[in-house]
């Protein structure tokens, strides 16, 4: 894994997974894959998003988050690392902690939860009026100077019947 180094400037992507239907009342909604519609927004979100060589490709070990960057990996020829920091209900300082050692260009997939926490930590109180989206399949790139990470950017997934189209919010 190439690591960047504390002080060097880097863009990071973090998608929250894309539609997965209804969630199930059991212990086995880690399992719950994604929605035709979902599957539709991984591959647009494959099409969006480029990993330069250094980049890689991280996410929640959900079945959910995984197959919403599997179209990505394949076209990038990359594997899928698994961490448990971006998984439901994992702690923010072990996000921060992996977001501060991610490559610079690397995307990282997560939950709405791990959104929440996360948000928290780019909006400072004066921010945090401002509309932030947590749509599912949506994508917050993030900058990340030394310890400090700021949202730069918000890309929604814009569905009707037939399309999925990702657009930047201003």
């Given at each position: 894994?190439?690591?960047?180094?504390p002080g060097e400037p880097a863009l990071l992507y973090v998608v929250r997974h894309?539609?997965?239907?209804?969630?199930?009342?059991?212990?086995?909604?880690?399992?719950?894959?994604?929605?035709?519609?979902g599957r539709m927004r991984a591959r647009v979100l494959a099409d969006l998003l480029e990993l330069p060589s250094g980049g890689e490709i991280v996410s929640s070990p959900y079945v959910r988050c995984v197959q919403s960057v599997e179209p990505l990996a394949t076209r990038h020829q990359r594997p899928v690392v698994l961490s448990n920091a971006l998984a439901e209900g994992a702690s923010r300082e072990a996000l921060l902690r992996l977001l501060r050692h991610l490559p610079g260009s690397s995307v990282a997939c997560t939950h709405g939860d791990m959104l929440t926490e996360l948000a928290q930590i780019i909006q400072t109180p004066d921010e945090r009026d401002e509309q932030i989206s947590f749509d599912k399949g949506g994508v917050w790139v993030l900058s990340r100077h030394g310890d400090e990470i700021s949202l730069v950017e918000q890309m929604r997934a814009i569905v009707d019947d037939r399309h999925v189209m990702m657009s930047s919010m201003e």
């Open positions: 894994m190439v690591r960047t180094t894309a539609d997965a239907g209804t969630r199930g009342g059991g212990a086995d909604d880690h399992l719950r894959p994604l929605s035709s519609k």
